[in-house]
Every structure is written in structure tokens, then in C-alpha cells.
């Protein structure tokens, strides 16, 4: 994984090849593929470090109120996406393009449950809107995040307006909840 990491940070790209893996790991491609398996397997272990790194910085809120809790939330991810923009952004332009059906669904469901353990104090106050559950918020942060990420890892934000448009867009969707 970490020699993936490094061919990553080092090319700014997923496009290497398995055998470029594998000299970079010193093992053979046999052993790569019987340690990790496929390509996708191991830029999507990549993916869900990822994730492990924004459940560590929103795990202890800051605030006891829930919409300043889902803005600091919202804004930390933002900033660990730009804290390694050269590595994050090749590998998630991996996942953005492509229809993966054993880990993407895995990756997504992980996404969908992080939004809604961070977004459920919103919930617990009552502050959602009638017919609008805790996973239809989480889901619409997860739609939210996939198209301010696809502008950001397409280099149409820079990492400073990327965090700003996080900042903007959340902004907007908690002032939709009323009573902020």
C-alpha cells in the first residue's frame, strides 16, 4: 500500500501499471496480486485511509450546537483534502470515474454512514424538516461532496476555493433547515 502511495504522490497519477507496483514493493506481480489483489483493490484501500483520516479530525465535535457541529465537519474533510492535494486528488479522480461494483458500493455506504453520524445531532434537536430522515441529509451532503470533489480533482478549484465552496455549499443546505 505504501509503495502504491508513493507511485502515486511520485507520477500524480493511478495510471501505473501492476509491474511498476510490484518492482516499487520489491515482490513479485503473483505476490501483489495474492497479498492485495486487483489495481482497484488497493487504490480503494487507499481510499477508505482516506476516510479513516476524516472520521479521526470529526470525531470530537467542537461545539455543542448540531449546525455548527455539520459546517466544522463539513469544512475538517475539506481541509484534509487539501492538506495532501497532490496524492488526494489523482487518487479520487480514480473513484470518481470509475463503476467499480465490489469496493465502490462499500466506499460510498462508509461516505453515507460518516455523513450521517456527523450530521445525526442535527436530527437528535429536531431540526430536520418533516419527510426529511437523518440518511436523506447524509445523502445529500455525499451528492454535495462527489460534485464539489469532481471540480476540485478536475483542477477546476483551487484547494482554496475548494474548501470555500465546501463552506458556501454546507452553509446553504443548513440554512435550508431553518433556525440556524
Known sequence: MAAAEDLIRQTGSTDFL?????????VSVATLYNLLGS????????????????????????????????LAAAVAVAKVYVADSEYL???????????????????????????????????????????????????????FFAGVLDLWVQDELTDERFVVQVRYGILLRLLALGDT
Open 39 to 70: 489495481k482497484g483493490t488497493i487504490l480503494f484501500g487507499l481510499l477508505n485511509r482516506t476516510m479513516d483520516q476524516f472520521e479521526a479530525v470529526t470525531r470530537n465535535p467542537l461545539s455543542k450546537d448540531p449546525y455548527e457541529q455539520a
Open 89 to 143: 486528488r489523482p487518487l479520487w479522480r480514480f473513484e470518481l470515474g470509475v463503476s467499480e461494483p465490489e469496493h465502490r458500493p462499500v466506499l460510498m455506504n462508509r461516505a453515507l454512514a460518516f455523513w450521517a453520524s456527523r450530521l445525526k445531532p442535527l436530527a437528535q434537536a429536531r431540526r430536520l424538516p418533516a419527510g426529511i430522515g437523518l440518511t436523506d441529509l447524509a445523502r445529500e451532503y455525499q451528492i
Open 18 to 26: 501492476l509491474g511498476q507496483l510490484a518492482q516499487r514493493a520489491d
